[in-house]
């Protein structure tokens, strides 16, 4: 294939997904649905993204959702990217975020990387050579809800590269302090 036949078969690929999973996902739906209700409208857009650093984002002056159809091929990755999406847009139609407060940032994460289920066990093992499974397994193991320590990290790579922190350290500082205030895990609207 032509690279423009490429390009062309990522985007019909991405769009054929969002549209399956709007109309059939539960939690995709159960979302959609908690936005609906205040007649809250939003754009979801499959878009080729430049670089390697994002793969999907949301816009909140816009009231859009990007999903990078150049890195999101399989279903269940446009799945768990178009939720995280969702979950941003829900907690920024509670009034809850200040976009730019590392703060306010690190809890939609947290929720964002909970709720969308990037951080379950088949995810981490794509995102992590073979040699440093066994690493990756004693971490999660380690914490009494198992997927906490994904949750850490990649809310923390997210408030990063937002920009509103100087340094990742900072962001891991914010985002555990953050995940230690909960008193109990907010699941809305799930
Ligand atoms: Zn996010």
Known sequence: MSSGDVRLANHLNCVAYVKRLLKKDRDVKKI???????????????????????????DSREKSIVLCENHLQREDTIRKTLKHELIHAFDDDRGEIDWDNPRDLARTEIRASRLSGECDLMSEMRRWSVHRWPEMLRERWARKNWEDSCVLRRAAGSVFSSGTVGSKEEAARVVKRAFDMETSADRSPL
């Open 32 to 58: 959609l649905r908690a936005l609906k209700g205040e007649n809250w409208d939003i754009a979801i857009r499959c878009l080729r993204c430049e670089g390697d650093a994002f793969r999907g984002g949301y």
